[in-house]
């Protein structure tokens, strides 16, 4: 035997003996806890904290030059207002009118537009490539009131949900107000392009600017809520009194529709929100939505995708191609709680 084998046999004496240890697989659930909740980019990766995130960042920057107006310097304010007018318009209901608008809503600048007897085309244009890509993601990810709805849902308290036919009922209530405010705008327009819009205006009274506008919670939040002369202490609470049976009414359902989100995610975006229904005319078939997995899916077991949805839609009644919903905005609570993992982002 030579003096090589004696080294290697002397030096690993027991290694002939050694057997492999087979190596244990962890289990799924501890390897998203690994992915989702060990660091920062962790936590990036969960779909509900990033939109969390996103949503927040919107809510400031929808209102983004009121920073510039806290710390007194005018060169930011000029900027801001510099690039409010090159931004497009976004499908969500934002008014240009607040005091710090950055971004302005879709349906908000249309109707104003069409009182004036002007047809948007950039407005409506920017609009369907919008949508026609990534459906109604602003709305889910972008829209102020739908944060604030978003956020008024996070305490756990049991949802209501009400039956499918209930909920489609309800549904059409956008759909009516949408033509209402449409044929009110459009019939405005007209009669001020003609002249003879005065009797018109003396009969709609707050209506006559933006039919929509006095029942809309973004304006009523930054616009009207703004504008107000509110009490700074117990010697100026008088101020209240100036207030006005309308701006109080105006107030009272803007508390309303948060208030009653805790308990019904998102009702005033399923049942109220015109623009909402008009936006779901053209996401419906968008390039990007999302699908189901029919390896991964288990729809006569499972559920929790449509109980997660906020938008109460019966997701398994669609097909596992592609979920061709005008209510879906994308939120993406039913991939980021589907315990098999079986949606999926889609292309169409």
Known sequence: MSEDDRKSKTAN????????QPTKKKPQSEKRMLISGGTVFGLLLNIRMLRRIVQIFFLIVINAYILGVWF???AIVEFWKGLRNLLPTFPIIAPLEAPFAMIAGTFDTMQREFTRGIFPFFTLGAMIIILAVVGRAACGWVCPIGTIQDFMTLPKRTKIRPAQNTENDLRRVKAYIFFIVIILAVWLGISRILGTASTLEAILGIFARAPFDPL???YIIFVVAPGLNWPYD???LWYLQTFGPVVWAQLIFAILIFVVS???PRWFCRWLCPAGWFYGVFSRSAIIGIGRSPAKCTPDKCNVCETACPMNIRIRTYPYQHMYSPDCIMCLECK???PNDAIEIRLL
């Open 13 to 20: 004496p027991h290694e002939g003996n050694k057997t492999e």
């Open 72 to 74: 007194a310097n005018e």
């Open 216 to 218: 809309n919670p973004a």
């Open 234 to 236: 117990l010697n100026t």
């Open 262 to 264: 805790i308990w019904v």
């Open 336 to 338: 980021s709680r589907c």
